[in-house]
């Protein structure tokens, strides 16, 4: 079964340090990649998505994520976070015929100190 | 300006009571998904449709029932309602299959049982 893992489950960062979040998953086909967002209160948002061609993916509010083929990997950075970056962030996995179902990591709970 | 609703925002209800939660969209996609979400388990999938006629189960769709009343709406049942469904619940959204499967999240439906 696919299944997909965050490995950091709570990180403290202090404003302006940089960010990388794990995701690994394990499909050995084609995927197309997700890191969702999730601020407090809030419901999910998009923050960047892979679906073909280039690996490193930019998304919104100056977040990256490279994929890593060999590593089965998807990680997500930042080079300077910032105090309203604290939220939790979901890595998901869609593999290609598995007709359109996202399968979610656990979640990363990420508490940035101003 | 939502595309996806979900109503209640809040309920709290006890044990053994019938508890349906509704979701509405006016993305005009096709795909319509219900998750809930636990602490430290990210988000688990409970049943998910394609179209109007088309409804499958997720990975934990116990104790859960659903109905697709039209494409814009998905409505989630708890039949009997027990303590270990208090979650937060998500409704999304998907256009059909395709490259695009990004899903749209609504706002969420926080569910306590008693």
């Known amino acids: 079964a696919q299944s997909v893992s965050q490995h950091n489950h709570h990180v403290i960062l202090s404003e302006a340090a940089s960010l990388e979040l794990g995701c690994n998953y394990s499909?050995?086909?084609?995927?197309?990649l997700f890191w969702y967002v999730q601020y407090p209160g809030q419901h999910l948002q998009l923050l960047l998505k892979y679906f073909s061609g280039d690996p490193l993916v930019k998304g919104i509010k100056g977040f990256e994520a490279e994929f890593i083929k060999s590593k089965f990997s998807f990680n997500l950075r930042k080079p300077s976070v910032q105090w309203s970056d604290t939220a939790e962030y979901f890595c998901?996995?869609?593999?290609?015929?598995?007709?359109?179902?996202?399968?979610f990591g656990q979640g990363t709970t990420l508490q940035v100190k101003p | 300006d939502a595309d996806v609703t979900q109503t209640p925002r809040n309920r709290i209800t006890k044990t053994g009571k019938r508890i349906m939660l509704e979701c509405s969209q006016t993305k005009g996609h096709d795909r319509m998904y219900w998750y809930r979400q636990d602490p430290g388990l990210g988000l688990r999938l409970i049943y998910y449709s394609f179209d109007v006629k088309d409804i499958n189960k997720g990975e934990i769709s116990d104790g859960y029932s659903v109905s697709r009343q039209a494409q814009a709406k998905f409505s989630l049942s708890l039949e009997s309602a027990i303590p270990n469904q208090t979650a937060l619940y998500f409704c999304?959204?998907?256009?059909?299959?395709?490259?695009?499967?990004?899903?749209?999240f609504g706002p969420g439906t926080r569910l306590t049982v008693l």
């Open positions: 999304a959204t998907s256009p059909r299959a395709g490259e695009y499967n990004e899903q749209f």
């Open positions: 998901a996995v869609n593999a290609k015929g598995n007709t359109g179902k996202l399968i």
């Open positions: 499909y050995g086909g084609t995927v197309n």
